[in-house]
């Protein structure tokens, strides 16, 4: 069974969104923190967004601050990434992962549950 499912992912056009779904289970989702990574080809996993289901506290990398924003629905144990003015640069395989206790939010070491990614491509 699959902890966490990421979709939403496509391709786009440079200045195009998209929104990105991590359905997770209830033991993956409650009281847990949920961030959002991406790997481009050749280079190493980052962190984009992370959030803690329990108390909404939000944590975003400089390289997507007000353009991404992440978002909960804990009826439906499924943290979302909204994608805006993306851009060439963006284009990533996109995970989403799972940890009861992190410190540094956005390091990819701090967690391990992850999905099997989605595809994101911003095209110039």
């Known amino acids: 069974q699959l902890q966490l499912v990421e979709s939403g992912g496509g391709s786009v056009q440079a200045g195009g969104s998209l929104r990105l779904s991590c359905a997770a289970s209830e033991y993956t989702y409650r009281k847990k923190f949920i961030g959002w990574f991406r790997q481009a080809p050749g280079k190493e996993r980052e962190g984009v967004a992370a959030m803690y289901t329990s108390g909404g506290t939000i944590s975003y990398a400089d390289s997507v601050k007000g353009r991404f924003t992440i978002s909960r629905d804990n009826a439906k144990n499924t943290v979302y990434l909204q994608m805006n003015s993306l851009k060439p640069e963006d284009t990533a395989m996109y995970y989403c992962?799972?940890?009861?206790?992190?410190?540094?939010?956005?390091?990819?070491?701090?967690?391990?549950?992850w999905g099997q990614g989605t595809q994101v491509t911003v095209s110039s």
């Open positions: 992962a799972s940890e009861s206790t992190v410190i540094a939010w956005l390091a990819p070491y701090e967690y391990h549950t």
